[in-house]
């Protein structure tokens, strides 16, 4: 965990994102802090000390974004934008321009979206069949409806960025999103929906069940959170507090993340002391200690670069395979001939799954078989290119299936190194008869 009062430190595969709503002066009607003179200057000195290489800002007015933060962050590296929301306040996200450069934004009502290119991504691995791009991070920022009986239209909203991030999957590596959500982490239909779980007929929030089919479809990018807030009691992790004692909200600011590309590798803590959580907790905010009603968030995400990376879990990461190690639970693989003959290499590939297939679990076997069926073609006329995209397929889909046991985790990394080895033998093969 990150103190609060620490800047973050990262390295070129890492990237810092702070996520807070620092409550509107227009929305802020107890007059015993003044924002010129007293919020204002802890809200600033907190991002500047911050050190977060993007910064996602909920409740910014419009009037403060153009006279208060553009001016300042510009000076100490930063770009940015805003959108509008409900009076002239919406949400403002900025990036460090030494980390990354805009390559597109898309508003929505108190949403926005800003795909950002990584200036210094490292090189693609020579290795890699296909070659990847430089990196592309969407970063969603949000407020979302904040009456606690509009369960559907704070689902509905994030419906609205899946549908954009669906349109723009070509140009994106990997999403972060966050801000006030308005809802809990810990239980809630925003939860239920972003992680994947399914169905989406019983989702509970605030003790009540709700019945999301009739007008939400699952969505098609799992989402983790950075922070563990399930495992905690809610006066452990609030990150809303009232002037009213007793007035606290427990994981309403979230940052969450899609696990195809990332991890997350530290987060920020929410109080700097002890001291500082109690007297929040009975004086309420916003006060000396904190500026704003919320309290900041974030956490230092890591890029996972290689398929390796990506599909472990971090219980077995010491036991990942590498290309000259067989695991235990590995099948040999027959010699391939020196001719290249791919349809007997087919025939080789298909017969070494099926056996893989009857030493799984019924679980695992269930698992590959339904990335097999639904999303690989092994019919001997995919061509070349139908078989570079299939085993980009392969990344994605392994990966999203690997949380199970260390075995299953060796298989689906010999299933991935079979399938490259396949459309080497094939291309190989188009050499010869060109």
């Not at 670069?305 to 219980?315: G, H, L, P, Q, T």
Request: with cysteine; proline share 4%.
């Amino acid at each position: 965990m990150i103190p609060r009062k620490e800047a973050f430190q990262t390295n070129k595969n890492e990237f810092s994102i702070l996520s807070w709503n620092l409550l509107a002066p227009i929305l802020h009607r107890d007059s015993s802090l003044n924002w010129s003179e007293e919020r204002l200057p802890l809200i600033l000195e907190e991002l500047r000390a911050s050190n977060a290489d993007i910064l996602c800002l909920q409740e910014m007015q419009q009037d403060c974004m153009e006279r208060d933060f553009v001016p300042k962050l510009v000076k100490i590296g930063y770009q940015g934008l805003c959108c509008d929301g409900d009076n002239n306040v919406g949400v403002a996200t900025f990036w460090d321009t030494s980390k990354f450069e805009l390559q597109h934004s898309i508003s929505k009502h108190r949403i926005m979206i800003v795909i950002l290119k990584e200036i210094s991504s490292s090189e693609a691995s020579t290795t890699s069949i296909v070659s990847e791009p430089s990196r592309m991070l969407a970063v969603v920022n949000v407020h979302l409806d904040d009456h606690p009986s509009r369960v559907f239209t704070r689902v509905q909203q994030l419906q609205s960025v899946m549908k954009e991030l669906k349109r723009l999957d070509n140009d994106i590596t990997a999403t972060v999103l966050c801000g006030d959500f308005s809802c809990p982490q810990k239980q809630s239909a925003c939860t239920s929906y972003l992680k994947g779980d399914e169905p989406l007929n019983a989702v509970m929030e605030n003790n009540e069940v709700f019945d999301l089919t009739s007008c939400i479809r699952p969505n098609p990018i799992q989402f983790v959170p950075s922070y563990p807030f399930a495992d905690l009691p809610p006066t452990e992790y609030f990150t809303y507090a009232g002037k009213q004692p007793g007035c606290y909200a427990a994981g309403i600011d979230q940052l969450w993340f899609s696990r195809r590309r990332l991890k997350t590798k530290s987060f920020r803590e929410i109080c700097s002391s002890e001291e500082q959580r109690c007297a929040i907790l009975t004086e309420g905010l916003p006060s000396e200690w904190n500026p704003s009603d919320h309290m900041p968030i974030g956490a230092i995400i890591e890029w996972q670069n290689s398929f390796s990376d990506e599909c472990r879990d971090d219980d077995v990461s010491d036991n990942r395979m590498n290309a000259t190690e067989k695991p235990e639970c590995r099948l040999i693989v027959e010699e391939k001939s020196a001719t290249s003959d791919s349809n007997k290499f087919r025939t080789n590939f298909k017969q070494e799954l099926n056996e893989l297939l009857q030493s799984c679990s019924e679980t695992e076997r269930f698992l590959i078989e339904y990335c097999l069926i639904s999303h690989v073609s092994l019919d001997e006329t995919s061509s070349i290119a139908s078989m570079e995209k299939e085993l980009e397929m392969i990344r994605y889909w392994l990966q999203q299936r690997s949380e199970t046991s260390e075995k299953f985790t060796c298989i689906i990394n010999w299933f991935y190194t079979l399938y490259e080895d396949l459309l080497l033998e094939c291309i190989d093969l188009q050499h010869d008869l060109t």
